[in-house]
């Protein structure tokens, strides 16, 4: 019986031009995501001044096991000191009748989404204070780093903080404290399950990173619009943990001689709004706290915001409130809780509001101080 033709044999050329066609396409296909990928990083760099899939401005800090600010890193809209802190230089030791303002809390005191150091609201409050007691030397201390809780920041104070000697500390914290104890009920309900935060194309590709964590806010938001599987309530102890917390870090500032102000938190999120405007506004609190609902995220952030307000009456600090004269949108938020550049101007001028409304803070400006020289 007769061997059937071979047609890849007995035709060569054909063969060759499907080879081509398949290489050809492989090129294209190739070249585009190249090129989307050049884009997004454009855009990154842009925005925020870093074209990296993950950022490259922190280290692990051996001595207190914190993730921090790599000293004299820079990009386009960051500048880190020579101390690890965000900001210019800080003399040490720290000079006769210098008043020093420490800022406590995390990535929302940080500000990374900030166009510059000149645009965080840290810089502003010390800007401000500084025109309006011209006579008196200030510096400060932005010790604020993404992802700390209060404890956390605790250890951040105790050992690279408190040497440099601050005068006035002041506190903005409860986000990260919230996605921690409402993970714990989450975990006690079966309700949380540890999603790695991207692959490894994920951690190389920062358009693929991007879309991996768009299409889990999507189907978030989608889950949290149905209920199932989040939390119903909040139990009547929420918050507690975080009160002891907050305390204990007020009291090992003042322990040291500091002045505190402490800050309610801010968001986008709001009663008055919609429902589709909540869901829209908790998307990033949501992606960390996926168990939970807007509903829920509005009541615990009122909650803590509560426990500040009592912590600071039971410490004697000085309580920084106005929330809500930040708007709520887009334009002041970057995302749930992230201020834009105009959101941090707001948020520093209710802390310079009230700080120079203050009587306690004035007379601590005026005892501390010395004269500059002229």
């Known amino acids: 019986m007769a061997t059937p033709p071979n047609p890849a044999r007995n035709n060569p050329p054909e063969r060759k031009n499907h080879l081509k066609t398949i290489a050809t396409y492989s090129t294209i296909i190739l070249l585009s995501l190249f090129m989307v990928e050049g884009g997004v990083r454009a855009r990154q760099w842009w925005y925020y001044g870093s074209a990296e899939t993950l950022d490259k401005a922190y280290r692990d800090d051996e001595k207190n096991g914190l993730r921090v600010p790599v000293a004299n890193y820079e990009s386009r809209s960051t500048k880190i000191n020579s101390m690890g802190?965000?900001?210019?230089?800080?003399?040490?030791?720290?000079?006769?009748g210098t008043i020093r303002i420490a800022f406590i809390g995390a990535s929302t005191t940080y500000c990374a989404e900030a166009s510059g150091n000149d645009k965080?609201?840290?810089?502003?409050?010390?800007?401000?204070?500084?025109?309006?007691?011209?006579?008196?030397?200030m510096d400060y201390v932005n010790a604020g780093i993404p992802g700390l809780s209060v404890t956390a920041s605790l250890k951040d104070l105790r050992q690279r903080v408190k040497p440099l000697h601050p005068d006035i500390f002041i506190i903005y914290h409860a986000s990260?404290?919230?996605?921690?104890?409402?993970?714990?009920?989450?975990?006690?309900?079966?309700?949380?399950?540890?999603?790695?935060?991207?692959?490894?194309?994920?951690?190389?590709?920062?358009?693929?990173?991007?879309?991996?964590?768009?299409?889990?806010?999507?189907?978030?938001?989608?889950?949290?619009?149905?209920?199932?599987?989040?939390?119903?309530?909040?139990?009547?102890?929420?918050?507690?943990?975080?009160?002891?917390?907050?305390?204990?870090?007020?009291?090992?500032?003042?322990?040291?001689?500091?002045?505190?102000?402490?800050?309610?938190?801010?968001?986008?999120?709001?009663?008055?709004?919609?429902?589709?405007?909540?869901?829209?506004?908790?998307?990033?609190?949501?992606?960390y706290m996926p168990y939970m609902t807007p509903r829920l995220l509005l009541q615990g952030f009122r909650i803590y915001n509560q426990v500040i307000?009592?912590?600071?009456?039971?410490?004697?600090?000085?309580?920084?409130?106005?929330?809500?004269?930040?708007?709520?949108?887009?334009?002041?938020?970057?995302?749930?809780?992230?201020?834009?550049?105009?959101?941090?101007?707001?948020?520093?001028?209710?802390?310079?509001?009230?700080?120079?409304?203050?009587?306690?803070?004035?007379?601590?400006?005026?005892?501390?101080?010395?004269?500059?020289?002229?």
């Open 85 to 96: 802190f965000r900001g210019p230089e800080i003399t040490v030791p720290k000079p006769e």
């Open 120 to 137: 965080v609201w840290p810089h502003l409050v010390w800007k401000k204070i500084q025109e309006t007691y011209p006579d008196v030397p």
């Open 176 to 287: 990260n404290d919230m996605s921690w104890e409402t993970r714990q009920l989450a975990k006690e309900q079966g309700l949380f399950k540890k999603v790695d935060e991207t692959d490894w194309l994920g951690r190389h590709s920062l358009f693929w990173f991007l879309a991996e964590k768009n299409f889990r806010l999507w189907t978030i938001q989608r889950q949290a619009q149905s209920g199932i599987d989040h939390l119903r309530d909040l139990p009547p102890t929420f918050g507690l943990t975080f009160e002891k917390s907050l305390l204990e870090l007020i009291h090992e500032a003042q322990d040291q001689g500091g002045l505190v102000a402490v800050a309610t938190w801010s968001q986008q999120m709001r009663d008055n709004h919609t429902p589709a405007e909540n869901l829209k506004a908790a998307s990033s609190s949501l992606y």
């Open 309 to 374: 307000t009592k912590v600071a009456q039971v410490t004697g600090s000085i309580l920084i409130g106005g929330e809500d004269t930040i708007p709520g949108d887009p334009q002041h938020f970057n995302d749930s809780i992230h201020f834009t550049d105009a959101g941090n101007q707001r948020m520093a001028e209710r802390v310079i509001q009230t700080l120079l409304m203050s009587e306690t803070f004035q007379q601590r400006i005026k005892s501390d101080a010395r004269p500059a020289s002229r």
